[in-house]
C-alpha cells in the first residue's frame, strides 16, 4: 500500500485546510487509518484515527471538536477536516495505516502502522 498526503498549506489561526490520504495498491477495508503529526523538534503524535469496519473514530483531545476524519469509500481517500486551527497545529501531517487490525483503541501507538505516506506541511500564522 503507498499512501499520498496531500492539502497541506499556510492558513491563518481561525482558518480551516481538508487534508487528504489516497491509497494506490490497497484499499481502506479493515484497516485502521490515522492521521499523525510532528512539529519542529517534537515527537511525532497521534491525531485522529478511523476505523474502516465500523467507521468509529477517536482524536487527541486537543482537536477533538475542531478536526473530522472521514472516507470517501468511491475514491479510496479519507480525510482530515481542520477546523478553527490554531498556531500550535502547525506540523507535518501524516497518514498511516494499519492493515492488520482496524481498532482505533491505541492509535497513539506509532509502531502499529505499517505503512506511511510523505506528510504535508500545514502552517498556521497568528
Known amino acids: 500500500v503507498q499512501l499520498q498526503a496531500s492539502g497541506g498549506g499556510l492558513v491563518q489561526a481561525g482558518g480551516s485546510l481538508r487534508l487528504s490520504c489516497a491509497a494506490s495498491?490497497?484499499?481502506?477495508?479493515?484497516?485502521?487509518i490515522s492521521w499523525f503529526r510532528q512539529a519542529p523538534g517534537k515527537e511525532r503524535e497521534a491525531v485522529s484515527c478511523l476505523n474502516s469496519r465500523d467507521g468509529s473514530t477517536n482524536y487527541e483531545d486537543s482537536v477533538t471538536g475542531r478536526f473530522t476524519i472521514s472516507r470517501d469509500n468511491t475514491k479510496n481517500l479519507v480525510y482530515l477536516q481542520m477546523n478553527d486551527l490554531k498556531v500550535e497545529d502547525t506540523a507535518v501531517y501524516f497518514c498511516?495505516?494499519?492493515?492488520?487490525?482496524?481498532?482505533?483503541?491505541?492509535?497513539?501507538?506509532?509502531?502499529?502502522?505499517?505503512?506511511w505516506g510523505q506528510g504535508t506541511l500545514v502552517t498556521v500564522s497568528s
Open positions: 498511516a495505516v494499519d492493515p492488520i487490525s482496524p481498532w482505533c483503541g491505541n492509535f497513539y501507538y506509532l509502531p502499529r502502522f505499517n505503512y
Open positions: 495498491g490497497g484499499t481502506f477495508s479493515n484497516y485502521a
